[in-house]
């Protein structure tokens, strides 16, 4: 009988060790397999190229701003016309937007401003330079419905009369500072024509800042 028992003994620490032993490199294949899992699925860093663009946007468009700012300055600030690039020649609302900024340029004796895309942006570039009196404004890049372009020449105004980004964020500020009114001497005003999203888009800046009496007797 005591021979048996040391037996069943023996047993059962020999079984207890090879458990213990099973646990154990289970344990560390469960850790190894856990920490595999966990290096496959977490999020890696994003590429040097994706973190430098987006580090640089904010100096780019604050560059494209002050390069507005100073087109605004040296052409003079006067009336802003806004709408759509779409309005081919032959309709009616070219040929009405075209003799508006005709007279609108005489009686104000002011540059005329606008995206110079085509459209009613054309029109009103034609009316001004009719009127005999300067036309400038600010292109973009990525014109409506078109593919975003490397370098953009306006078809027939100077190069020194108007200027092109990249951004439309400083497209808008620019033309909204064209038409803001900084001296008793500025004759300007607004002019939302036909057009789409952009268009309204733009007028909203302009429209803020006349709810918040920053710009005196400014006209739209």
Known sequence: VGVVVVLVVLVILILLVLHSGGSGSGGQGDDGGGGAASSTTRTPPPPASV?????????????????CFDLVQRMGRGAVYL??????????????????????????????????????MEAVTQGGIAAGKPVSGFMILLEAGGQRQAARRHPYLPSEVYHTTSFFSA???????????????????????PGGVVGEVQVIPGLTALRFNSTPETEI
């Open 171 to 193: 497209r808008k500020h620019g033309l909204v500072d064209a038409g803001m009114r900084c001296t008793p001497a500025d004759r300007t005003a607004f002019f939302a024509l």
């Open 51 to 67: 973190a430098s663009i987006e580090r640089e946007s904010p100096e780019k468009v604050k560059r494209e701003m002050n390069e």
């Open 83 to 120: 709408g759509s690039s779409r309005v081919p020649e032959h309709h009616p609302h070219f040929q009405a937007a075209k003799e508006l900024a005709r007279d609108v340029a005489a009686a104000l004796d002011c540059t005329t401003w606008s995206g110079l895309g085509p459209g009613m």
